[in-house]
């Protein structure tokens, strides 16, 4: 893929103090995108800044997902920290349930999950979409969403139903705001090397009563022919390019970058 020079595009990225969204975070900055990073752990949040800061342009707001005020908060704050918001990268953490099967889950669960995985993503929209509309602005909006919506993972259950919406999402805004230069994509992950997905599947693991390294080699080196993760570079260019004007004409797309892991075809 040809490497993507943003040239100052202004981007949120958020849950970016560790994991996917800071990756994702790092990537943009080497290419020259403006980044206002985001997380509820102030600590984290520093630290990861701190990190950054040496690629580019970045900022940090402290942003609770759950909390509607921190959402206001974060484009508000966002808007004047880069003069201008241009994209939002939407990434999000797993629930606390998680890795829990369908039976262990409560109803504070299923709330929790949809409040995490479909009400913050389509809150967060609603008020980019309002801006640049008033503002006359274009905007892009990439969904970081996983192929366990395509091929769903049991532990998983609470993430992969309510992050199926996402794919409605990005076809509803680009077919609705797409003739004013508004567009947006959902991108389907395979599996990443990040803190989170280790813990996830050592808590599998520990149920299981088998090793940590067995599990990790069937559920995520096993399922690709690659026999890898995916690598950051890799996303950080499907993102960049998704932010260019060059995938103008594929708004409204599901893109998967899974390594060929999921067995489905979509004709």
Not at 15 to 20: F, H, L, Q, V
Not at 164 to 188: D, E, F, M
Not at 243 to 258: H, Q
Request: include cysteine; aromatic fraction near 8%.
């Amino acid at each position: 893929m040809i490497e993507v020079d943003l040239g100052g595009m202004g981007v949120i990225v958020t849950a970016s103090s560790r994991g996917i969204g800071f990756n994702v975070a790092r990537e943009l900055l080497r290419r020259n995108a403006r980044v206002v990073i985001s997380s509820r752990n102030r600590e984290n949040l520093r630290k990861a800044l701190d990190e950054l800061s040496g690629y580019g342009e970045v900022y940090a707001v402290e942003a609770n997902l759950f909390d509607q005020r921190d959402l206001e908060n974060l484009v508000k704050e966002s808007w004047e920290l880069l003069g201008g918001v241009d994209a939002l990268v939407w990434n999000a953490g797993n629930v606390r349930c998680e890795p829990c099967l369908l039976h262990e889950a409560g109803y504070i669960d299923w709330i929790e999950a949809s409040a995490l995985h479909t009400v913050a993503p389509g809150y967060l929209t609603t008020l980019l979409v309002q801006t640049w509309l008033e503002r006359k602005r274009k905007g892009v909006l990439v969904y970081l969403n996983s192929v366990s919506i395509k091929e769903p993972m049991p532990p998983l259950v609470l993430a992969d139903v309510t992050r199926a919406g996402l794919v409605q999402l990005a076809k509803s805004v680009s077919r609705t705001y797409g003739s004013k230069g508004i567009r947006a994509y959902s991108v389907l992950l395979g599996s990443f090397d990040t803190p989170g997905a280790r813990e996830n599947l050592r808590a599998v693991a520990e149920a299981r009563g088998e090793p940590f390294e067995e599990t990790w080699e069937r559920e995520v080196l096993g399922r690709t022919p690659l026999h890898r993760t995916g690598r950051w570079s890799e996303l950080g260019s499907l993102v960049a390019f998704l932010l260019s004007d060059d995938a103008e004409y594929m708004l409204g797309s599901t893109v998967v970058i899974d390594g060929a892991m999921t067995r489905s075809v979509d004709l």
